[in-house]
């Protein structure tokens, strides 16, 4: 999310971000504190949620692009989005699954997708040696 502020806003002050940590921080511990930050308008937190995300969707997309849309990255990336979106949306995917999986990957399409990410991008080779005919 820091990220996408960043971004957004172009910000990059130490202090700020210092202050607003220790804030959450004393919201979390004080509940007085939390309950006025609850005050906020459901429209502005939502307005604001989305252009951060979109904001961070987008430094995403363009990382990806920056390292190239060869077939592995497409795939690495394709593939990963697809079984975090759709194992968490496809309800007893998991179910032979032990309960600390289901509880880790069937419940939140992030976690899947990061792990799927990693896991193909270990295990999938950079370069491709073209097959040579004997």
């Known amino acids: 999310q820091n990220v996408g502020i960043v971004t957004l ?12 940590s220790i804030l959450v921080i004393i ?7 939390s ?17 951060v995300f979109a904001t961070i969707s987008m430094t995403g ?3 990806v692009s920056n ?3 060869n077939p592995r990255n497409v795939s690495v990336v394709g593939i990963a989005l697809a079984l975090g979106e759709g194992i968490v949306r496809t309800p ?5 699954f032990p309960q600390i999986i289901q509880d880790v990957f069937g419940t939140s ?5 990061t792990f799927v990410a990693v896991l193909l991008n270990i ?12």
């Open 61 to 63: 997309v363009k990382m």
């Open 92 to 96: 007893g995917s998991l179910a032979g």
């Open 109 to 113: 399409a992030t976690s899947t997708t």
């Open 9 to 20: 806003n172009k910000c990059i002050n130490r202090k700020i971000f210092t202050f607003t």
């Open 123 to 134: 295990i999938l080779p950079k370069v491709v040696e073209s097959l040579k005919k004997d």
């Open 27 to 33: 919201a979390g511990l004080i509940p007085k504190i």
């Open 67 to 69: 390292a190239g849309l």
């Open 35 to 51: 309950a006025l930050l609850t005050t906020i308008p459901q429209a502005v937190l939502g307005g604001a949620t989305i252009s």
